[in-house]
């Protein structure tokens, strides 16, 4: 069958929901394992996070709003620390990062990985402990490496031979070792979206195994007295349910640990699987929880470990959205409703809202699925199948492509999208030059900025022909 030529959300052509969407009996209800910990509909209906009604969140700080459950994130952070007590684990700050969250990462005993330059600034404002920060990226800058050696950053995953060249040059100026990982490419298919899949050969990440260049690059470290080989770092990916690819990786990642320590004599100490491990989005998703992924991934470490005759090195684990994604929400003040006549006598609701494509991207750029709920009233009409769509000039920006609201929904009324807390914020844009929307974080009934809305002044300030 041909693709439809506006693309595929328009092929679904009809009132019709998706297989794994059923209508609830009741629209009010919450899917409380969409949604933080302390997530609930008071005796009017409205959402509380927090103990933090989102209509006083909205009358205060104005809608968009990311809502960030305080209790939520950091029983989520002691969750993985506690359930891979002999592993390292490291939070990602590509998912969200801010100052405030960099403190309850180290206050929970968590390390940090970092991205960039920018996050590198906003962890060592916060104070984080450099040592417990790992450094990944696929094209990090001369001026980048230089910081990360002048912090005393506590890992540099290197992603290239021109970057172990840049190391060993920088290093040597400043008569310092580099702690250095080295990203290998474990030819794993992982069960996910290809933009987030990230162990198969044909992708930008890594040295790859089975063309030996991952070898060469452990070799070369080894050599060079201006670096510390800590280890070998795979990650297969994001959004990930299934163990299995874990295995897969393991197995060829420590079998080229093996053959280092064999052919080169070095023991190296630390090993990194990755982790991108998936959660809640709709109720078609069904992710593990800490204590069984880490009895699950400890037992292959262990195994293949054994297989190969070597000792089990340290282990670290990055369970990326795991922590932060479901401890965030996102608010929305609804503006428009239309009921909109499709081919042969069907039609869709469209309820648009104050923000969109440019504080969620991933419903476009990705094809992801969200739920939502009416989170302001309490509702006694039939749900009826709607599209939440956002404000921008687009056709593609779509909040939540389906989903069952109360069929009275109307202007006034707020939206609550769950699991917004990974890559929404972290992702945002001033597309169509709209400031972003402010992170406020709530906990027992309070309610706090940490990280203010954008005004109209804020993009000025960047436009340098404003003040002419």
Not at 75 to 90: I, L, N, P
Not at 251 to 271: C, F, N, Q, T, W
Not at 291 to 299: D, R, V
Not at 350 to 371: C, E, F, K, P, Q
């Amino acid at each position: 069958m041909r693709a439809h030529e506006a693309g595929a959300l328009h092929a679904d052509i009809g009132h019709k929901a998706p297989q794994w969407l059923r209508a609830p009996r009741d629209p009010n209800d919450l899917v409380t394992a969409l949604w933080s910990h302390t997530a609930k509909k008071n005796g009017e209906g409205a959402l509380e996070v927090g103990g933090v009604d989102v209509r006083d969140l909205v009358a205060e700080h104005g809608s968009p709003a990311y809502v960030l459950d305080e209790d939520d994130f950091r029983a989520r952070a002691r969750a993985f620390k506690h359930a891979f007590k002999d592993f390292d684990v490291y939070y990602a700050g590509k998912a969200f990062l801010c100052t405030t969250v960099v403190r309850w990462v180290m206050e929970e005993g968590l390390n940090l990985d970092i991205c960039s330059g920018g996050e590198l600034a906003v962890a060592l404002r916060a104070g984080a402990d450099p040592k417990r920060l790992g450094f990944h990226g696929n094209n990090k800058s001369v001026s980048e490496l230089a910081r990360a050696l002048d912090a005393g950053v506590g890992r540099i995953i290197v992603d290239s031979q021109y970057e172990i060249s840049r190391l060993i040059e920088l290093a040597g100026e400043r008569d310092v070792v580099a702690p250095v990982m080295i990203r290998v490419t474990a030819g794993v298919e992982a069960h996910t979206h290809e933009y987030i899949a990230t162990a198969h050969e044909d992708q930008k990440f890594g040295f790859s195994i089975t063309s030996g260049a991952a070898f060469e690059a452990v070799a070369r470290v080894n050599e060079a007295p201006e670096l510390e080989l800590l280890g070998l770092h795979s990650h297969i990916g994001s959004q990930i349910f299934d163990s299995s690819g874990f295995e897969v990786a393991a197995k060829r990642v420590i079998a080229l640990h093996a053959r280092v320590s064999e052919e080169l004599g070095v023991d190296m100490p630390d090993l990194d699987l990755g982790g991108g491990f998936g959660i809640a989005y709709t109720t078609q998703d069904d992710p593990s929880d800490p204590a069984q992924l880490a009895t699950e991934m400890g037992k292959i470490v262990e195994h293949e470990c054994r297989a190969f005759g070597v000792e089990v090195p340290k282990v670290s684990i990055e369970p990326g959205r795991a922590i932060v994604g479901p401890a965030m929400c996102t608010v929305y003040s609804v503006g428009t409703v239309k009921e909109v006549e499709l081919d042969a006598g069907a039609s869709r609701t469209y309820v648009s809202v104050d923000g969109g494509m440019s504080d969620n991207i991933r419903t476009a750029l990705y094809d992801a699925d969200y739920s939502c709920t009416l989170a302001n009233r309490y509702s006694d009409t039939v749900p009826t199948l709607a599209r939440v769509v956002g404000k921008h000039c687009e056709s593609g920006d779509i909040v939540v492509k389906d989903e069952f609201l109360p069929s009275d929904v109307q202007p006034g009324d707020l939206v609550a999208v769950p699991g917004t807390g990974a890559y929404c914020r972290s992702m945002a844009s001033n597309y169509n030059h709209v400031p972003r929307p402010p992170v406020i974080a709530v906990k027992d009934g309070h309610m706090r900025v940490v990280v203010r809305r954008e005004t109209e002044d804020d993009l000025l300030l960047l436009d340098m022909g404003a003040a002419e």
